[in-house]
């Protein structure tokens, strides 16, 4: 195990009232790798030296990536931190590299530590880095039922030591990175392993791991996200404009932006905001001026590329094919209205969500994570035609519930199913 040291406690002190305080817990600033801050690896030489001391190491590897999120276009990684005990830490720039697949060889078959590994797994795919094993101490904090899941509040909670994230949203792709981000970088993975080892021994005494390992392995498996149904509807402030006409403009001034972003390799909304696509579709403005006067409309992106934004409201204004008001979903509606279109169907959410929330506090755990709400509320929504245990497990098999989710809120539902408790009073029609 990693030597951290962590914090001391205070004695209690006496309040004003002379009844004891609380402890004070001392927490250890956590500022400077024990080995010193890793120069950045960029080339062949240092990367092949990087992979033979990480495939000399023991135990598992401590990752972790950093992006440029709204400075750069995508979400690729500009740095990669890897940790394992016996061969240090080493900070490598991706950039330079065609791929990373000899570190990927490098710990092959050494089980990877992430934080929210959900977040970085993409990235760490596309530069060829490939998990066969994971522990997501994120995941393991929440199934642990820890109060904040950060990784500065959990170093906090479980190792009393304070780590700085001052630079978490800083643009990675800068070159070359600052001595304080590449310190903070190296902090990040510092941790990750002792940090695995606490965890698992909280998830353990709650006997909780075989949960964990399961949903560690959902994560790794899970794959990059299916492609959205008309990703410009999620600009915010579209959801004002009740007209299919400026909905219209909204797509195309969408689908240009994304397409120039990409082209200079800078996050959308630092050309043109959300908020000014949604004034500019709501104005239709006919000239360039008008446009520069639409608010939000201003900078450089703005000004040099007027006629282009212009083209799109003028296509928008002559468009015979417009956009639906709203996407047409298989999604059971809002359950603030489930008692007026369906209250048997509200009777079986209400009862088995109340027996759910009990389960969850039973084994401590988030009732998010004990059950993801959506597949709650489908299933109460349309029920299996025949309800038992079997259909309602198969059900939410379907959905994409983990085995060790249906076995701990399937009897749970199916009873809530067949038996419904009646709806309050306040809730009936």
Same mark, same amino acid.
Do not use: M
């Given at each position: 195990m990693t030597s951290i040291h962590t914090a001391s406690t205070q004695p209690s002190t006496e309040s004003p009232d002379g009844t004891a305080g609380e402890a004070v817990v001392e927490l250890v600033p956590l500022d400077m790798p024990r080995d010193g801050v890793p120069a /950045?690896?960029? =080339?062949?030489?240092?990367?092949? *030296?990087? !992979? *033979?001391?990480?495939?000399?190491? =023991?135990?598992?590897?401590?990752?972790?990536?950093?992006? !440029?999120?709204?400075?750069?276009?995508?979400?690729? !990684? %500009?740095? /990669?931190?890897?940790?394992?005990?016996?061969?240090?830490?080493?900070? #490598?720039?991706?950039?330079? %590299?065609?791929?990373?697949? #000899?570190?990927?060889?490098?710990?092959?078959?050494?089980?990877?530590?992430?934080?929210?590994?959900?977040? $970085?797994?993409?990235?760490?795919?596309? @530069?060829?880095?490939?998990?066969?094993?994971? %522990?997501?101490t994120e995941l393991a904090a929440r199934l642990a039922g820890l109060p904040r899941v950060g990784l500065g509040p959990v170093v906090e909670n479980l190792l009393g030591m304070h780590l700085a994230k001052e630079h978490s949203a800083a643009d990675w792709s800068t070159r070359p990175l600052p001595e304080p981000w590449l310190r903070y970088?190296?902090?990040?993975?510092?941790?990750?392993?002792?940090? *695995?080892?606490?965890?698992?021994?909280?998830?353990?005494?709650? $006997?909780?791991?075989?949960?964990?390992?399961?949903? %560690?392995?959902? @994560?790794? =498996?899970?794959?990059?996200?299916?492609? *959205?149904?008309?990703?410009?509807?999620? =600009?915010?402030? @579209?959801?004002?404009?009740?007209?299919?006409?400026?909905?219209?403009?909204?797509?195309?001034?969408w689908e240009e932006r994304e397409s120039l972003a990409q082209n200079r390799d800078v996050a959308p909304g630092r050309l043109i905001p959300d908020s000014a696509l949604v004034a500019a579709a709501r104005a239709m403005p006919t000239t360039v001026p008008q446009m520069l006067k639409t608010p939000g409309f201003h900078g450089r992106a703005a000004a040099k590329e007027g006629p282009r934004w212009l083209r799109c409201i003028s296509a928008a204004r002559s468009a015979a094919d417009l956009p639906p008001l709203q996407v047409p979903t298989n999604a059971p509606p809002p359950p603030r209205v489930w008692a007026d279109k369906d209250p048997l169907a509200a009777a079986r959410l209400n009862t088995a969500k109340e027996r759910i929330t009990r389960t969850a506090e039973a084994w401590d755990l988030p009732l998010e994570n004990l059950l993801t709400p959506d597949y709650l509320r489908r299933i109460c929504w349309t029920p299996p035609a025949q309800i038992d245990l079997d259909t309602v497990s198969a059900a939410l098999r379907d959905l994409g519930a983990r085995e060790w989710q249906i076995q701990l809120t399937a009897p749970v539902i199916t009873v809530a199913l067949l038996d419904p408790e009646p709806l309050p009073e306040k809730q009936q029609k």
């Open positions: /950045v690896i960029n =080339t062949d030489a240092d990367l092949a *030296r990087a !992979a *033979r001391a990480l495939a000399a190491g =023991t135990g598992p590897a401590a990752v972790d990536a950093e992006r !440029a999120s709204g400075y750069r276009y995508g979400q690729r !990684a %500009f740095l /990669v931190q890897i940790r394992r005990e016996g061969s240090g830490t080493w900070l #490598i720039d991706p950039e330079p %590299f065609a791929d990373l697949s #000899i570190i990927n060889d490098a710990l092959d078959g050494a089980e990877w530590i992430l934080h929210a590994a959900n977040q $970085d797994l993409t990235c760490l795919a596309e @530069v060829g880095l490939h998990p066969e094993r994971l %522990f997501d970088a190296a902090l990040d993975v510092e941790v990750l392993d002792v940090l *695995r080892e606490k965890l698992t021994e909280i998830l353990v005494a709650g $006997d909780k791991l075989a949960f964990a390992r399961e949903e %560690f392995e959902a @994560v790794r =498996t899970a794959g990059p996200s299916a492609p *959205r149904t008309d990703p410009w509807r999620r =600009t915010s402030g @579209v959801h004002q404009l009740r007209d299919r006409r400026q909905l219209a403009a909204v797509k195309l001034l």
